[in-house]
């Protein structure tokens, strides 16, 4: 039986919130977040390529192909869901690979064709777009996912050196321009030089490509785009995301206050904390 929207409780926050999920540990962060709030929570996976580890964490569970984009607007119809958050990422490498397990509807090739380019921006907003179409809202991630924001400051036992901090003012600067060009939000620097930037490989792999050419003591330095739209693409951090720091051997991690998820922070500053490696949040004007 469909599950029913209605109105909306405690103000802000719908009754019926459906989680549209990709991989990583976002989705059940976000679906513990909204139920604390109120909400009955819906998953969806998207596969390829998310699993099922939504499932223990929301109270109806589904899955449907990543290429089924009318299949998907029809599934949230069918349940009575008008309200939508994306939690997780979506690797846009699957696009250009082939035997992928993508099985693309009508609507998506649709909406593939109709793109001026394939930027993470221009994609998503086709799909907001469409979804706005059909009285699905998408909602902003950080509204359900306040607690999880970065506070500013260091966040871990070891501090970053004044080498450190001068290479994260640096590299703050590179990411912006990077963010505001659509091509990535993560950028590695060692010594006043850009070692790696995030482009459509994602920022593990960006991170182990930036290790592999600083050697050792590379500093991460990962932002939100100027003019970030909160409803996806939200900047995230986690565990992940420290082991692909050890593997590249990196010493400091500094992420934009207020605007970077860090998902399960008390276990991820431990994590940290364990392996050697300074956590800072930071906000330059």
Known sequence: MPLKSGARGHGEHPRLLAIISGIGKLPSALATEAKSMGCRVVGIALQPPADESLRPFVDDFHKINIGRFGGLIS????????D?????????????????????????????????DR?????MNAIVHELEKNGITLHKTTAFAERLLSPEGILTR?????????????GWKIAKKMGQLDIGQTVVVKNMAVMAVEAIEGTDEAI??????????AVVVKVSKPRQDMRFDVPVVGIDTLHSMKDAAARVLAVETGKCIIVDREHFIKEADKEGIAVIGVRFE
Do not use: H, W
């Open 119 to 123: 930027s993470d921006d221009t994609i």
């Open 208 to 217: 182990k490509r930036g290790g592999r050419l600083a050697k050792k003591d």
């Open 84 to 116: 939508a958050v994306m939690a997780g990422k979506v690797p846009k490498e699957l696009l250009y690979k082939n035997k992928t397990g993508i099985i693309p509807d009508m609507k998506a090739v649709k909406l593939l064709f109709s793109l001026k």
């Open 75 to 82: 599934l949230l119809k069918k349940l009575s869901i008008t």
């Open 158 to 170: 070891r501090k970053p050196s004044k080498d450190d901090l001068k290479d994260i003012e640096f």
